[in-house]
């Protein structure tokens, strides 16, 4: 899941790097407010309520005077935990996308990586439309999305690419599931609109097809008609989309020549070894600890908010 904000302002006019505020809240380096307007406020519990807004009316519908609403503040309040609206935005998504599923680093060989990656993506557009209505407008920053890239990434270890390679084909895979993502969203937001199931939808459409066209005007779109394309229940399009662009994915790999050997403190992880169960359950272990200790980092970070509060009021 690879998304991205606007860092024009992240170099300063002397040359020394500023984060972005939005970034440095995702990666937990930025600092807690003094103050607050009671304990119970925090970056995490705006972003939850945003994102609940999201989810039940889509993008547009959040805004800081609506989350604030939500939580019971004032939306100036707000504003001393996330700046703007944009930083916002960007922690909604780095929440709602989390990390990538165990399946990807799990498959075997990089083609039933791919295919996990795409599954995994596709089923964050399913659960949270919204997403895709936020623009990519550069390199990735956040942590979960860094995450997203490093499963793709380590899905094609062992293949010939380079890594501007596989970025390449990372991004290829992502554009054609965010289409399916974009194309099924339209579907179902058409059929809640109508108060129609997805499929009594698509069957109307089919009907309204075959009595508009005819074979004389139409005659390929007429014949794939009569083939039964349009009907409802038919095999999903966007499988074969993303199908081909992983056959070209392959006829790639085995047209470029194989790379040369590297040092053994530098080769990839044998297949067996990377398949044994014991370093699957290490690996999972290694995952479930990072994500115990981004949990610890921010009840720290709560807890010093919290005491700061305290020391203020005293």
Known sequence: MLYSVRYDESVSESGDLQIPHGIALAWGVAANPQRGPKREMSVERIVDAAIEIADEGGLAAVSMSAVAGRLGFTPMSLYRYVTAKDDLVLLMVEQATGVPPEAVAEADGWRNGLIAFAAGNAQ??????????????????????????????????????????????????????????????????????????????????????????????????????????????????????????LDGIGAYIAAKPAMPERPAEDAPPDERVVRDPKVREARHARRETEKQLREARKREREAIRIARERIGRG
């Not at 990519?136 to 979960?144: K, L, Q």
């Not at 289409?179 to 997805?198: I, N």
């Not at 794939?224 to 399009?237: C, D, I, Q, T």
């Open 124 to 245: 964050v557009f399913a659960d949270h439309p919204w997403v895709l209505d936020v623009p990519i407008e550069g390199t990735p920053m956040t942590p979960n999305s860094m995450a997203w890239l490093d499963s793709a990434l380590l899905a094609m270890r062992g293949t010939p690419l380079d890594y501007e390679e596989k970025v390449a084909a990372t991004l290829a895979v992502m554009a054609q599931v965010r289409f399916e993502g974009t194309a099924t969203r339209g579907s179902r937001s058409a059929a809640a609109a109508a108060g129609a199931d997805p499929r009594a939808l698509d069957a109307r459409a089919g009907a309204m097809l075959e009595h508009l066209i005819s074979p004389d005007a139409f005659p390929e779109v007429h014949a794939a008609m009569l083939a039964g394309v349009f009907r409802p229940g038919e095999p999903n399009p966007f499988a074969f989309g993303l199908d081909r662009v």
